[in-house]
């Protein structure tokens, strides 16, 4: 028996253990809070890998942070690595950072998520953060109407022309 514990307990301590991203689940969406070091550059500390999410068509999505506790750190949203500009940057009446954009594109297939620290007021804090579900992209389509119209036209500025000469 000493010998079973023994080597499960080596076993379970020689595990490395592996970071992966928090999934976001496409129908709900994801929300509550990260921590980060304060170090301008760096990325959030817990999660340590950020967020990712699989989409299987061309979708949107909403994503918004808001700073918690003290005024005067700000993030920047990085998409796949590359940063995403804010929509809405505002200051609240406590001078914490919000940042929200809406109905960011995400093409099929998997995405990942961080947030950078690019301001920091002193020290390490903390940030809610919020993922909405994902909607279809849907591309625009002309209504028959418009079409129509634009036909017309196009026959009216024929039949001038016609006349004129």
């Known amino acids: 028996m000493k010998s079973v ?3 499960t307990l080596t076993a379970l301590f020689a ?3 592996h970071a992966v991203p928090v999934t976001i689940d496409p129908d709900t969406g ?3 809070f990260f ?3 304060g170090t301008i550059g760096s990325t959030q500390t ?3 890998d950020g967020w990712a999410i699989s989409v299987d068509s061309d979708s949107l999505i909403d994503i918004s942070v808001t700073d918690c506790c003290v005024a005067g750190d700000a993030f920047a949203l990085m998409m796949d690595g590359a940063v995403t500009p804010w929509d809405d940057v505002d200051l609240t009446g406590s001078n914490n950072f919000v940042g ?3 109905d960011l594109f995400l093409s099929a297939g998997t995405h990942a998520f961080d947030f950078q ?3 920091s007021c002193c020290t390490a804090g903390s940030a809610d953060y919020s993922f909405s579900e994902v909607t279809e992209a849907t591309a625009t389509v002309p209504e028959p109407g418009a079409m129509a119209l634009l036909v017309l036209g196009l026959v009216g500025l024929t ?3 016609y006349r004129r000469t």
């Open 15 to 17: 595990m490395s253990a």
């Open 5 to 7: 514990l023994v080597f």
């Open 159 to 161: 039949l001038y022309r």
């Open 100 to 102: 929200q954009v809406d």
């Open 117 to 119: 620290v690019t301001e």
């Open 46 to 48: 817990n999660p340590a």
């Open 30 to 32: 994801a929300s509550g």
């Open 35 to 37: 921590d980060f070091d």
